[in-house]
């Protein structure tokens, strides 16, 4: 199976390709040849490359900086995700197209159900959402996965943030009332492969199509999520630090972030028999990594 991802250095992209099973080829697609702010350069490349299915991984992710380049952002999660769309409509293949937690206000007292009414508190959200929708209007035969709080050893992240902020600082500041599920993007990368998979042998199934929650098992807020960075960072020789947990009114930030962001897994395991696990191992996994990866860098220099 030959499977384009949009995103070059992106987390999710890098981690499709760290975790990818000897009989998929993945084919990362990134700027100059695939630029999603020039759709026609989206088509070309999708075409040349000749895939069996599509990840659309590759996305604008500034939270707080979309609020003030609403342009760019919608030029990217809107326009570039008509453009994936309409080329895979062209080429007649399967899209997974991945979206986001923050579509959500997270006012509701419960976890999001795929159906709940999304409610954008920001632009970044605003505009991915805009690319689910123009998703659903091109193409049938597409996955939506709506992933949160994705964390790995590439490209930025909160976890890569705290560890950072560790070797600075005694004590982080880290708000408590927003919760969510944070997600290893190489757990995340299975499971897109596992959905990936099944689109592909199953290609008449309808209700393998629709939207899909996909996110780590577990619930935590960033505090309690800093706190056990901290905690994976102690047992493998890392940075320590105190973690005070503090209200977001004590953070501000140029986005509105959903108070809320907890989806549920449950329509992903029962139509897809995708489960991913809980994030605290994930977590270790990843802070032994980066410390693994750090000492080394430190026995070069
Ligand atoms: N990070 C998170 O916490 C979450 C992410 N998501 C969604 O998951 C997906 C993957 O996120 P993640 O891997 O973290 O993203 P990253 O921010 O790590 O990577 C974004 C990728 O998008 C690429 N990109 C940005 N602009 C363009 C453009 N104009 N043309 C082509 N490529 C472009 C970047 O390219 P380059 O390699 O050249 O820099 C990069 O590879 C995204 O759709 C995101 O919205 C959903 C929930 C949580
Ligand atoms: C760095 C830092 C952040 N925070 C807060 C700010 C914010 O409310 C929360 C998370 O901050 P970040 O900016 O790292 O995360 P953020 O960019 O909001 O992460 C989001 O990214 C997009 C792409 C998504 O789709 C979401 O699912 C989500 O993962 O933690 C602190 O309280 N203390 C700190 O030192
Ligand atoms: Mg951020």
């Known amino acids: 199976m030959r499977i384009a991802v949009t995103g070059r250095q992106g987390q999710l992209a890098m981690a499709l390709s760290e975790r990818a099973p000897?009989?998929?080829?993945?084919?990362?697609?990134?700027?100059?040849?695939?630029?999603?702010?020039?759709?026609?350069t989206v088509y070309r490349c999708l075409q040349a490359v000749a895939p069996d299915l599509v990840i659309s991984a590759a996305a604008y992710t500034?939270?707080?900086?979309?609020?003030?380049?609403?342009?760019?952002?919608?030029?990217?999660?809107?326009?570039?995700?008509?453009?994936?769309?309409?080329?895979?409509?062209?080429?007649?293949?399967?899209?997974?197209?991945?979206?986001?937690?923050?579509v959500f206000e997270g006012t509701k007292s419960e976890p999001y159900?795929?159906?709940?009414?999304?409610?954008?508190?920001?632009?970044?959200g605003a505009s991915k959402l805009a690319g689910e929708r123009v998703v659903r209007a091109t193409t049938a035969n597409h996955a939506i996965l709506r992933t949160a709080w994705v964390y790995s050893p590439f490209g930025r992240n909160f976890l890569?943030?705290?560890?950072?902020l560790a070797k600075d600082r005694p004590t982080l500041r880290v708000v408590c009332d927003q919760v969510g599920s944070p997600t290893s993007a190489l757990d995340l990368?299975?499971?897109?492969?596992?959905?990936?998979r099944n689109l592909l042998q199953r290609p008449?199934?309808?209700?393998?199509?629709g939207t899909f929650h996909m996110t780590g098992a577990g619930i935590a807020s960033w505090a309690d999520f800093a706190a056990e960075i901290v905690a994976a960072a102690g047992r493998h020789g890392g940075?320590?630090?105190?973690?005070?947990?503090?209200?977001?009114?004590?953070?501000?930030?140029?986005?509105?972030?959903?108070?809320?962001?907890?989806?549920?897994?449950?329509?992903?395991?029962?139509?897809?028999?995708?489960?991913?696990?809980d994030w605290h191992q994930s977590t270790n996994t990843v802070v032994r990594w980066l410390i693994a990866a750090d000492t080394l860098l430190e026995e070069d220099a």
């Open 189 to 196: 990368a299975d499971g897109v492969l596992a959905v990936a």
């Open 204 to 209: 008449r199934e309808e209700d393998l199509r």
């Open 239 to 277: 940075p320590g630090a105190a973690i005070e947990r503090i209200a977001s009114s004590d953070y501000p930030t140029a986005a509105h972030r959903p108070a809320n962001s907890i989806l549920s897994n449950a329509k992903l395991g029962r139509v897809h028999g995708v489960y991913l696990p």
């Open 62 to 102: 500034g939270v707080d900086r979309a609020e003030s380049e609403p342009d760019l952002a919608y030029a990217v999660n809107r326009e570039g995700a008509a453009a994936v769309a309409q080329s895979v409509a062209a080429l007649g293949i399967p899209l997974i197209h991945i979206s986001t937690d923050y």
């Open 113 to 124: 159900d795929e159906d709940d009414p999304p409610l954008p508190l920001g632009v970044y």
């Open 160 to 164: 890569k943030t705290m560890l950072r």
């Open 22 to 40: 000897h009989d998929m080829a993945i084919i990362p697609c990134g700027r100059p040849d695939l630029d999603l702010t020039q759709p026609e």
